[in-house]
């Protein structure tokens, strides 16, 4: 019987972690489902998450903001094949999307050989110096959720830096309480305090939800920030 995807990635990062390198397991899964014919849905070993559709949570917020991205600069992390990425540049963004992963952003560039988003293979904890304060809109979608602490708090720390001047971070996570560290993961929920660890420097809370399905669900957080907050602008 094959192994379920779940199961498949928490053996990863397992084992990923017995080696002390944190994030070398996203290389593997990539690498391993490509090697193993499951570079498109529904083929050979699946990536979780692999969906051809935007995250929900980014969706609705971006028609609820109505978006209009023409003249300014998006960067999406931990991209994967890229379906965050290619809505924002569909909105008008001029996007740049970056994975950890080699394998996951040569397929990103083969899954869409006409699109206008530059996919760029590089590490969150020790991103580009000229990507500091360069983009208007950042989005965080369920990376962070994937790592463990280390290096989690250090990965939270480098994402509210690179948002220019009066632009916006989203954070969208897997919701927990204190002692959801104790959870086998991945995914670790994020309590509201590594949320609220997002607005480093001149960033600040514009909203942060938790949102649910019903009440057993622990949900999911949608955190809004900018460096100008309040003032709507992304």
């Given at each position: 019987?094959?192994?379920?995807?779940?199961?498949?990635v928490r053996r990863l990062a397992a084992e990923s972690l017995t080696a002390h390198d944190p994030i070398g397991w996203f290389e593997r899964l990539y690498a391993e489902t490509a090697s193993a014919g499951g570079s498109e849905p529904g083929e050979g070993p699946a990536i979780p998450w692999d969906r051809g559709t935007p995250h929900p949570l980014l969706a609705d917020w971006a028609q609820e903001r109505r978006?209009?991205?023409?003249?300014?600069?998006?960067?999406?992390?931990?991209?994967?094949?890229?379906?965050?990425?290619?809505?924002?540049?569909?909105?008008?963004?001029?996007?740049?999307?970056?994975?950890?992963?080699?394998?996951?952003?040569?397929?990103?560039?083969?899954?869409?050989?006409?699109?206008?988003?530059?996919?760029?293979?590089?590490?969150?904890?020790?991103?580009?110096?000229?990507?500091?304060?360069?983009?208007?809109?950042?989005?965080?979608?369920?990376?962070?959720?994937?790592?463990?602490?280390?290096?989690?708090?250090?990965?939270?720390?480098?994402?509210?830096?690179?948002?220019?001047?009066?632009?916006?971070?989203?954070?969208?996570?897997?919701?927990?309480?204190?002692?959801?560290?104790?959870?086998?993961?991945?995914?670790?929920?994020?309590?509201?305090?590594?949320?609220?660890?997002?607005?480093?420097?001149?960033?600040?809370?514009?909203?942060?939800?938790?949102?649910?399905?019903?009440?057993?669900?622990?949900?999911?957080?949608?955190?809004?920030?900018?460096?100008?907050?309040?003032?709507?602008?992304?």
């Open positions: 019987m094959p192994e379920p995807p779940e199961e498949r978006l209009a991205g023409a003249g300014r600069r998006a960067l999406v992390v931990g991209c994967g094949f890229g379906r965050d990425a290619e809505f924002l540049a569909r909105l008008g963004y001029d996007t740049v999307a970056f994975d950890v992963s080699s394998t996951a952003v040569e397929e990103a560039r083969r899954r869409h050989p006409t699109s206008p988003v530059s996919y760029v293979t590089a590490d969150l904890l020790d991103p580009p110096a000229d990507w500091v304060g360069a983009y208007d809109l950042v989005v965080e979608s369920m990376n962070v959720q994937a790592l463990p602490d280390p290096p989690r708090a250090d990965a939270i720390a480098r994402i509210g830096p690179l948002v220019a001047p009066g632009g916006t971070l989203l954070v969208i996570q897997v919701a927990g309480d204190d002692d959801a560290g104790r959870v086998q993961g991945p995914p670790w929920p994020l309590s509201r305090a590594e949320i609220d660890a997002f607005a480093t420097g001149d960033l600040r809370p514009v909203r942060i939800e938790r949102l649910r399905n019903d009440a057993d669900d622990p949900g999911r957080w949608r955190a809004e920030f900018s460096s100008a907050a309040g003032d709507g602008r992304t």
